[in-house]
Nanobody, 131 residues
Framework: QVQLVESGGGLVQAGDSLRLSCAGSGGTFSSYFMGWFRQAQGKEREFVAAIRRSGANTYSAYSADSVKGRFTISRENAKNTVYLQMNSLKPEDTAVYYC?????????????????????WGQGTQVTVSS
């Protein structure tokens, strides 16, 4: 049974930074396609970023236009952990952030954007950005 546990959320001011962590257990973490999603109150869950292995020691990352240049996804397979570094936070970034894992590696934006294409989910961590 794969388990994902997010941490690192909190209350910050606009312009601040946060780093979210997602620790995985119970599966072959290094082989999973990993993603971050968020869900603001009253809104649908939306894609934030994803990362896949593209070589022996290289990874390809993808991010939504709304966070491009501010958020960076990375992973540390030795620790079964994926990170989301969030800089220059804005009030509109306020949401519950979820970590997700897929057993299938996606290459098309039309695939990795879909939350339904991920097999495992964490419980979420709240990020609140005040103005």
């Amino acid at each position: 049974q794969v388990q994902l546990v997010e941490s690192g959320g909190g209350l910050v001011q606009a312009g601040d930074s946060l780093r979210l962590s997602c620790a995985g257990s119970g599966g072959t973490f290094s082989s999973y396609f990993m993603g971050w999603f968020r869900q603001a109150q009253g809104k649908e869950r939306e894609f934030v970023a994803a990362i896949r292995r593209s070589g022996a020691n290289t990874y390809s990352a993808y991010s939504a236009d709304s966070v491009k240049g501010r958020f960076t996804i990375s992973r540390e397979n030795a620790k079964n952990t994926v990170y989301l570094q969030m800089n220059s936070l804005k009030p509109e970034d306020t949401a519950v952030y979820y970590c997700a894992a897929s057993r299938i590696t996606y290459y098309s934006v039309s695939d990795y954007y879909k939350s339904s294409n991920y097999d495992y989910w964490g419980q979420g961590t709240q990020v609140t950005v005040s103005s």
